[in-house]
Nanobody
Framework: QVQLVESGGGLVQAGGSLRLSCAAS????????MGWFRQVPGKEREFVAA????????YYADSVKGRFTISRDNAKNTVYLQMNSLKPEDTAVYYC???????????????WGQGTQVTVSS
């Protein structure tokens, strides 16, 4: 089992940048594929980005491709989401998630953090 804690959210103007971090507990972090999801009130949680256990492959939602970058440091048990050129529609609670499998829907991830709020003002 793995426990996840996100940080780095906040308020930023449109066009700005933020870097989210997700720190994982446990010795098996490097075995997990990791994902970032986001959710706004009244909507389903949506996939943002994913990275394989080795960091060798990354995947992005079309809405963030070219603006967001997912990465990981297995020595630090941490996964990151660098968010550039932020838009007001990126405003959401961002969650990191872990899974032995690799998928793009929340049902494929059994382990979740508590989320961090990102607000982008226009």
């Amino acid at each position: 089992q793995v426990q996840l804690v996100e940080s780095g959210g906040g308020l930023v103007q449109a066009g700005g940048s933020l870097r989210l971090s997700c720190a994982a507990s446990g010795r098996t972090f490097s075995r997990y594929n990791m994902g970032w999801f986001r959710q706004v009130p009244g909507k389903e949680r949506e996939f943002v980005a994913a990275i394989t256990w080795s960091g060798g492959s990354t995947y992005y939602a079309d809405s963030v491709k070219g603006r967001f970058t997912i990465s990981r440091d297995n020595a630090k048990n941490t996964v990151y989401l660098q968010m550039n050129s932020l838009k007001p529609e990126d405003t959401a609670v961002y969650y990191c998630a872990a899974s032995y499998g690799l998928g793009f829907s929340e049902s494929g991830y059994p382990y979740w953090g508590q989320g961090t709020q990102v607000t982008v003002s226009s």
